[in-house]
């Protein structure tokens, strides 16, 4: 697949150069370190008592630097449409100052989500500018979301359905210069069951085998076993990584899953996505852009699952939209934020989602729309609250999470369901 092959339409061709230049202007403006963390002061004086429980929350969970040896309270591995609270014990370990890296962890969600976890990377070759790791892990995820394919899918076909997955992966990250990392994985992923829904806190939603028994995965008694590899870039040039003032992150991406069955569901994707972020600390204003687009192909006669074709909607994407609530073999997403700091650690934010999906490359826009406003409670490194509210053409939707939503990249070391 290629530039003009996937550039159909201004907007598509506009998306697409956008993400295909954010790289090349990186380079020029960004070949020395990250830029210096912004510290911006906010409109009003901070409270003391605010100031020590965020202390007490940024040594608890995290503050966006190294992660310390020892027990830590699991709470980042969930997917979206986890539920409210994903909580279970973790523990990791560095031997050998820096060189190996050792971490598990598992963890059960309000909605009976459950993961168990483990990793092992050498993280110090070459001059630690190569890792060698591998991970394994087992998901059971009772409630995911399904409304059928394309734009045009209706709210009341909502759906939901069970999916327990075990995925073993090996990767390597090879990095050239500090902000530059070339990538490689490839995984093992064991036959997934789809299920009726079950877990706590139900919505009552009906069955995905029972709303649309046409799936082609559901003509299936057992899903295939599939190996899937990757190639990735990633130029990240931003101050922080979970909240970033300065800077911006910039990534390609090629995917291929094999069906080792009968072959019907292999096939391949490509993703191109750059974020930028810039302050003004005289304004106490950060602006932040993102802009995502995934593109699938498959041969003739071949399909892509619909437990792992791309989505859009929800927490990180198109806020006024539900989890999942768009599937297609294509799509695309940009979004707007401008976050104008309250206080020294807390955000007022005003936001623009825009995106869609298309079976064909030459049919996607930009149509689904959303607009709202939020609050960001973070520490100078760390996002540890986010509060939206959006509006789109299925009405108001609120979400609290706890990641920046334009600086989330998912390392998809299990990659089922796709996570938008």
């Known amino acids: 697949m290629t530039f003009v092959t996937v550039c ?18 990186t380079y020029a403006q960004e070949s020395a370190p990250p830029p210096p963390t912004v510290d911006v002061d906010g409109l009003l004086p901070e409270p003391h008592l605010f100031e020590r429980a965020l202390d007490f929350a940024t040594r608890t969970f995290g503050g966006g630097g190294r992660e310390r040896n020892g027990i830590y309270p699991e709470t980042k591995n969930m ?114 069951s789809l299920l009726d829904p079950a877990g706590t806190f139900r919505r009552d939603n009906p069955s995905t085998l029972a709303v649309f028994p046409d799936e082609p995965a559901l003509a299936y008694a057992e899903q295939p076993d599939y190996t899937h590899g990757e190639l990735s870039i990633t130029a990240d040039t931003r101050d922080h990584a979970g909240h970033p003032r300065r800077g911006g992150i910039y990534r390609g991406v090629w995917t291929r899953f094999w069906d080792r069955g ?43 699952p619909f437990y792992l074709m791309p989505a859009l909607g929800g927490n990180t994407t198109l806020r006024a ?30 936001f623009v989602d825009a995106g869609n999906v298309a079976a064909r490359m030459a049919d996607l826009d930009l149509a689904k729309r959303a607009y709202g406003g939020g609050f960001r409670l973070h520490s100078m490194k760390a996002t540890l609250a986010r509060l939206d509210i959006a509006h789109g053409s299925e009405g108001w939707r609120m979400t609290f999470n706890t990641t920046d939503a334009l600086a989330h990249v998912s390392r998809r070391t299990a990659p089922i369901p796709f996570v938008p």
Do not use: M
């Open 8 to 25: 159909r339409s201004a907007v598509q061709c506009a998306v697409a150069a956008a993400l295909a230049v954010l790289p090349l202007t």
């Open 79 to 192: 997917i979206t449409g986890a539920g409210w609270i994903s909580l279970g014990p973790g523990y990791r370990h560095w031997f050998g100052g820096d060189r190996l890296f050792t971490d598990i962890s598992a963890a059960l969600s309000w909605r009976s989500y459950t993961i168990a976890r483990g990793r092992i990377e050498l993280t110090n070759l070459a001059k630690s500018r190569v890792a060698l790791g591998s991970e394994v892990k087992w998901q059971d995820f009772t409630q995911n979301t399904y409304f059928g394919q394309g734009p045009d899918s209706l709210e009341a076909n909502r759906s939901e359905y069970r999916l327990k997955s075990l995925n073993a992966v090996g990767y390597t990250n090879v990095r050239p210069t500090q902000w530059l990392t070339i990538g490689g994985r490839a995984g093992w992923l064991q036959s997934p």
């Open 262 to 304: 009968d072959g019907t569901f292999s096939f391949q994707r490509f993703e191109a996505e750059g974020a930028h972020f810039h302050t003004l600390p005289a304004a106490r204003l950060t602006i932040a852009a993102r802009g995502w687009l995934v593109a699938s192909d498959t041969a003739e006669g071949r399909v892509i």
């Open 321 to 350: 939209f539900s989890n999942y609530r768009f599937h297609d073999r294509h799509t695309a997403v940009a979004n707007v934020e401008l976050r104008v700091a309250l206080l020294d650690h807390l955000d007022a934010v005003v």
